[in-house]
């Protein structure tokens, strides 16, 4: 699907905000309320709005700490490699999963409320994923930018 002007205005104005009614979202992107209605569901039925979520701060909720974690496999097969990103779905902790190029094999983002819940983490889960053999954990000190709005140009 080709982005217009148009598309590129409403995305950008969803993804500042999700709950904008469609009245004030036909008046921001300079359409009438029925096109921009149109345009909505074509980019939510394309795949282009993938889906509406709210952000939760996640300090207010006790989850902090940010730790990202190299992981490093004993084999690089497919079979050991699905077995992996099948696992790690289940771990509600992992925020993010990678497949990477370069000395580990995935990187993860993780959030813990503190550097215990980090070592049981570690000590119960990402360890006892299928193929690790190597883990190594980056903590964050502070977040200095983390953006959710692509720049769409």
Same mark, same amino acid.
């Given at each position: 699907?080709?982005?217009?002007?148009?598309? +590129?205005?409403?995305?950008?104005?969803? &993804? &500042?905000?999700?709950?904008? @009614?469609?009245? $004030?979202?036909?008046?921001?992107?300079?359409?009438? !309320?029925?096109? #921009?209605?149109?345009?909505? +569901? @074509?980019? !939510?039925? *394309?795949?282009?709005?993938?889906?509406? %979520?709210? /952000?939760?701060?996640? @300090? &207010?909720?006790?989850?902090?700490?940010? %730790?990202? =974690?190299?992981?490093? /496999?004993?084999?690089? *097969? &497919?079979?050991? /490699?699905?077995?992996?990103? !099948?696992? =790690? $779905?289940?771990?509600?902790? %992992?925020?993010? #999963?990678?497949?990477?190029?370069?000395?580990?094999?995935?990187?993860?983002?993780?959030?813990?409320?503190?550097?215990?819940?980090?070592?049981?983490?570690?000590? !119960?889960?990402?360890?006892?994923?299928?193929? %690790?053999?190597?883990?190594?954990?980056?903590?964050?000190?502070?977040? =200095? $930018?983390?953006?959710? *709005?692509?720049?769409?140009?």
């Amino acid at each position: 699907m080709h982005l217009d002007k148009y598309d +590129r205005a409403i995305l950008n104005a969803l &993804q &500042q905000d999700g709950r904008i @009614s469609n009245v $004030q979202l036909a008046a921001t992107v300079n359409l009438s !309320e029925s096109a #921009c209605l149109r345009r909505v +569901r @074509s980019l !939510e039925d *394309e795949g282009m709005i993938d889906r509406y %979520v709210a /952000l939760v701060n996640q @300090s &207010q909720v006790g989850l902090g700490g940010n %730790v990202l =974690v190299h992981i490093g /496999l004993h084999r690089e *097969e &497919q079979s050991v /490699l699905a077995a992996f990103e !099948e696992a =790690v $779905q289940h771990i509600p902790e %992992v925020m993010e #999963c990678y497949l990477m190029t370069g000395e580990f094999d995935y990187l993860l983002r993780v959030v813990v409320a503190d550097m215990a819940d980090f070592e049981r983490l570690h000590k !119960e889960a990402l360890t006892r994923l299928p193929g %690790v053999a190597r883990v190594n954990s980056s903590v964050a000190i502070r977040t =200095v $930018q983390k953006k959710t *709005e692509l720049p769409l140009r």
